[in-house]
């Protein structure tokens, strides 16, 4: 998907995680292991959050013109998705990262929260921002974006906090 910040010119890259080398590849979202990956994605959000306070996207939310989607490829096995939404202020969105269950702790979701950033700092992005939830499902996902600059605060776009969600922003 090509976004008009030229998001979608960040096609491929490979990133050495200590031992393991990952491509990253802009998606069009075709592939089966992809769908499979963001099916499981949206299941786990279901089974691990309250009604009513998951707010991943679907495969036709992550098809919209102001997403782009990479995957994490090590040789012919996907390891891990995730995609850039651009906000209406000039901000953006980190959304549907999925590691792999195979891929767990092996700097799948590393390497690519590194290319989004870089992406999002080349479309001259001011900040990313996430939303998450809490809870011992999202420790580890957390402990991600906090190594990597992140730091809790406002909720941002259209969401409204909970008790449940919290929201975490790097400024770019």
């Known amino acids: 998907m090509k976004l008009g910040l030229g998001i979608g010119d960040w096609g491929l890259g490979i990133r050495n995680s200590g031992a393991v080398t990952f491509s990253i590849r802009r998606d069009d979202l075709s592939g089966e292991a992809v769908r499979a990956l963001l099916a499981y994605h949206l299941q786990q959000m279901h089974a691990q959050s309250p009604p009513g306070s998951v ?3 679907d495969l036709s939310g992550l098809q919209r013109p102001d997403v782009t989607v990479w995957s994490v490829w090590r040789g012919e096995a996907l390891a891990a998705v995730g995609a850039l939404r651009v906000l209406d202020d000039g901000g953006g969105e980190l959304k549907s990262m999925r590691t792999h269950p195979d891929f767990l702790r092996q700097g799948a979701a590393a390497a690519l929260l590194e290319h989004i950033v ?6 001259g992005l001011h900040r990313l ?6 809870g011992a499902a999202f420790e580890a ?3 991600l974006y906090r190594r990597r600059g992140f730091r809790n605060g406002p909720a941002f776009a259209d969401y409204l906090p909970s008790a449940f969600n919290q929201f975490l922003h790097l400024p770019l």
């Open 129 to 134: 921002s996430l939303e998450t939830g809490s």
């Open 141 to 143: 996902a957390l402990g």
């Open 118 to 123: 870089a992406a999002a700092r080349a479309a």
């Open 55 to 57: 707010y991943a996207l």
